[in-house]
């Protein structure tokens, strides 16, 4: 596809349940991030991928978020023993970073409620 | 620390001009973006800063002054359409591209 596609836009699961969402950048973007965002807020920072590694995951709140991107491209955002305070929108954009600009396009986001 | 502060919420009328000013601190500095988000939408960018002074693009202009860590956005000739959250947003530094966001200022444009 022509954008960041991804899934499950929506997401309602029980507190202490397991969730994965999952990102398909842009076809040659070799960075990727998610970011979380909750009502009234601005996006806030979780996880940079460049290529299949974890470049900064300082953003990750606790041991129980996680991310892969394991060839590369898709990336998925494992979220265990889920609780309430973690529904959201997860938000994961890509970018090429040409020279600096680090200018990130987003996908549409998933949306997690926890119950 | 991080810091980056922008008004919460302002009005303007269509057809008017309106200034979103931002402030930031931030361990370091790549450059300063504006995104716009519409309610239950992707963020899309808008501009981008990282030289002191103003860059046009249309009815939307961010001037920087990185002295003063300090940025605003110019909309003109405000549309009903413009009604959304201006995320002002810095690259605090190294390559990674990682952007900080600030907590969105919501414009709502009346007739």
């Known amino acids: 596809g022509a954008g960041v596609s991804q899934t499950p836009s929506n997401k309602v699961t029980e507190k202490g349940k397991y969730v994965e969402l999952r990102c398909d950048p842009i076809s040659g973007h070799t960075a990727l991030y998610w970011y979380r965002q909750s009502l009234g807020q601005g996006p806030e920072f979780l996880i940079y991928?460049?290529?299949?590694?974890?470049?900064?995951d300082s953003g990750l709140p606790n041991d129980r978020f996680f991310a892969v991107r394991p060839e590369g491209s898709v990336s998925t955002l494992k979220i265990q023993r889920t609780e309430r305070g973690d529904s959201a929108v997860y938000l994961c954009?890509?970018?090429?970073?040409?020279?600096?600009?680090?200018?990130?396009?987003f996908g549409e986001g998933s949306r997690l409620t926890v119950l | 620390g991080q810091n980056i502060d922008q008004p919460t919420e302002m009005t303007a009328t269509e057809g008017a001009i309106v200034q979103i000013n931002c402030t930031y601190q931030?361990?370091?500095?790549?450059?300063l973006f504006w995104y716009q988000q519409h309610a239950g939408e992707a963020p899309t960018f808008l501009s981008y800063n990282v030289l002191d002074g103003l860059e046009e693009k249309g009815r939307f202009s961010s001037f920087l002054s990185r002295s003063k860590g300090y940025s605003y956005l110019l909309l003109k000739e405000l549309q009903m359409k413009d009604s959304a959250s201006y995320l002002c947003a810095v690259s605090s530094g190294g390559n990674t591209g990682k952007l900080i966001f600030g907590q969105g200022t919501t414009l709502q444009v009346k007739p």
């Open positions: 991928f460049q290529g299949t590694g974890a470049a900064d």
């Open positions: 954009a890509s970018s090429l970073l040409r020279g600096n600009t680090g200018e990130l396009f």
């Open positions: 931030t361990s370091g500095f790549n450059g």
